[in-house]
């Protein structure tokens, strides 16, 4: 078509649009509108669901128009009891609508997660979450992909072996000696909100001890940990101490929060990339902040390592996460394309504050909780910590039994990643070992996936799966160890999925194992537990992790604590 045949073309048009009154156009307006969203309704329900692969696979139909089946995130529930009604009526596999109607699947299957979780390259992270989180972290090992992944785990495994982390424990003892100072000041100050809890009059049943906000000294205390141990940063948040790095690391997390569906419809249409939301500035600002403050943390380790000599292995203030990186990644046998960047050394700093504090955090909140609740078990526990002295090695730690199993059933009861999500990379099959019945009445033992269709893996159901754990899945049992799991799950640690598996499982499990104990080993020694009366507890999620909430007014998760022997 020639130009000047277009132009006379758009010339007729905009003739017919000028001689158009207010109302007509206002009308035409409207009716462009109406017939867009039926374009893109039909698009996205009856359209997709005639082209997709997986639209044998049973499931719930959509809830919502733009929060599909997913109007649990909307409301940050917890999503294990969601999932296991849809596991319930419609197998372990399923389909439903993610936002904007998007064709999701969701699997329980142990075969069709260590199918995932194996290959990985053909499995990555969904996008919509591998966006939202490299727009926070940077490209850190949490969001790298393929050979960009592969390169940094090389680097950085050594920094998380096990004797990398044996080498850690004077950390962890001196965080956990933290806390327990920190609950003697509190039991001498309570808090105003804790205090508000002294005048109940159930609490004078326990004697000689106060109300302590476990919930959050142990977010504190698990933040505090990973400055220390990751990159030798006090962040002192047990003692209130304010942190630039920290501030600009949790209103990125608010930016993110506030841009969730914004993502989501960036990640769908491209348009929307143009949308200047509030949320994508404060984004900005507080990246912009992060990586000035973590330029100075890694140009400081650097010059203290180039001065002390690369071989040195671990002197005072080299033991940490990122210098025992930075010191691989100077090592003379290592060629240039295999080195981590700059950038990507730098962007492990947030890494490690998101994958590493809460997760641990809130399950040692969990696992307090369900001792103050439980007093035959805590008794147990203390009996068997106080046959060690007061400094253990971590050997010795993780040779009490009855502590590996409190400890590992509190990480399959309360998984502290509930579920991740994955998407081909092309269209690939997915093999199932608990075939489920399709909508046209046949069984299916393996589904077509298309490129880009979402997977959420069931973490939190896997863990409470009674085919796999017996009629009492459900039930908070530590003593279930004594005889072996009944089926295994593709995980790295205990039997559970919890840490998932496969080349990108949690980096970081033997670390959280060793500060959960140690921590858990430091307080119950000192101090006695009771649940506060009418506690009630529920769950939240951020960006994939659990928090943990309870029904009081400014406190996160409220005990009674009272010295052991008082
Ligand atoms: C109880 C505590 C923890 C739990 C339940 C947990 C769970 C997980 C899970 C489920 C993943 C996989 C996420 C995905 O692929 O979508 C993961 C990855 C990761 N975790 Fe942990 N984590 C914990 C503690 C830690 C700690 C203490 C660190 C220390 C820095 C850490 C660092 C990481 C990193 C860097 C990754 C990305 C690994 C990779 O992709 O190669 N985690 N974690």
């Known amino acids: 078509m020639s130009e000047s045949v277009l132009a006379s073309g758009a010339a007729r048009v905009f003739t017919a649009i000028a001689s158009l009154s207010a109302l007509q156009a206002v009308g035409y307006l409207f009716l462009g509108v109406v017939v867009g969203l039926l374009g893109t309704w039909i698009y996205l329900y009856p359209y997709s669901s005639i082209v997709s692969s997986s639209r044998n696979l049973p499931g719930p139909p959509s809830e919502h128009f733009i929060a599909g089946n997913l109007l649990y995130l909307t409301r940050r529930e917890h999503p294990r009891p969601i999932y296991q009604a849809w596991i319930d009526k419609y197998g372990p596999t399923g389909r439903l609508r993610g936002l904007m109607g998007v064709q999701r699947i969701y699997t329980a299957d142990p075969v069709a997660i260590s199918h995932i979780f194996q290959n990985a390259d053909q499995w990555p992270k969904s996008k919509s979450t591998g966006i939202m989180l490299r727009r926070m972290l940077g490209n850190g090992l949490i969001t790298a992909e393929g050979t960009d992944h592969r390169r940094q785990r090389r680097v950085l495994n050594p ?16 965080k956990a000696r933290s806390v327990r100072e920190k609950f003697a000041q509190l039991l001498e100050e309570p808090t105003n909100e804790a205090r508000v809890l002294v005048n ?10 106060g109300p302590i906000d476990v919930g959050l000294l142990m977010e504190q205390a698990t933040l505090d940990t990973i400055g220390a141990a990751g990159f030798d940063y006090d962040f002192a948040t047990l003692f209130s101490r304010r942190s630039e790095l920290l501030d600009a690391f949790h209103s990125a997390i608010k ?14 249409f491209v348009l929307f990339n143009a949308l200047p939301t509030p949320g994508q ?58 080195r981590l960047t700059h950038r990507e050394v730098q962007a492990q700093i947030c890494t490690f504050i998101f994958a590493g504090s809460e997760t641990t955090g809130v399950a040692l ?3 307090l909780y369900r001792l103050a609740t439980n007093k035959s078990m805590q008794d147990r526990l203390r009996a068997e910590l106080v046959t060690l002295g007061e400094h253990p090695d971590i050997d010795e730690i993780h040779g009490l039994p009855f502590l590996e199993k409190f400890t590992r059933e509190i990480l399959r009861m309360d998984s502290p990643v509930p579920a991740v999500g994955r998407e081909p990379a092309s269209k690939t099959t997915l093999p199932l070992s608990r075939p489920v019945r399709g909508r046209d009445g046949k069984m299916i033992d393996a589904v077509t996936v298309d490129k880009g269709t979402e997977v959420a893996i069931l973490i939190g159901n896997v863990n409470r799966d009674p085919a796999i754990w017996g009629p009492d899945a459900h039930e908070f049992n530590p003593d ?23 080349p990108r499982n949690c980096i970081g499990w033997r670390l959280a194992l060793a500060e959960f104990k140690i921590i858990l080993f430091t307080l119950l020694r000192a101090y006695e537990l009771a649940e506060v009366p009418g506690t009630e507890l529920r769950s939240e999620t951020t960006l994939g992790i659990m928090r943990t909430r309870s029904n009081h007014e400014g406190l996160v998760v409220p005990l009674l604590v009272r010295p052991v022997g008082e």
């Open 159 to 174: 920094a998380f072996s096990p004797r990398a982390v044996k080498e850690m424990t004077p950390i962890f003892f001196d």
């Open 281 to 338: 500035k404060l984004g900005k600002a507080s990246r912009a902040t992060m990586n000035r403050v973590g330029d100075r943390i890694v140009a400081q380790k650097t010059q203290a390592i180039t001065r002390m000599g690369i071989e040195k292995d671990t002197d005072i203030g080299t033991a940490d996460l990122l210098s025992r990186l930075i010191r691989a990644n100077m090592a003379t046998d290592l060629e240039d394309r295999e």
């Open 200 to 209: 109940m009059d159930t609490l004078e049943t326990h004697e000689n001890g």
């Open 365 to 367: 909140t969990w696992a």
């Open 480 to 502: 279930r160890y004594d005889s072996p799991a009944l089926a295994s799950v593709p995980g790295v640690y205990g039997n559970l999925l919890t840490f998932i598996g496969g």
């Open 255 to 268: 930016a993110m929060q506030a841009s969730a569906l914004v993502s989501a419809l960036q990640n769908r």
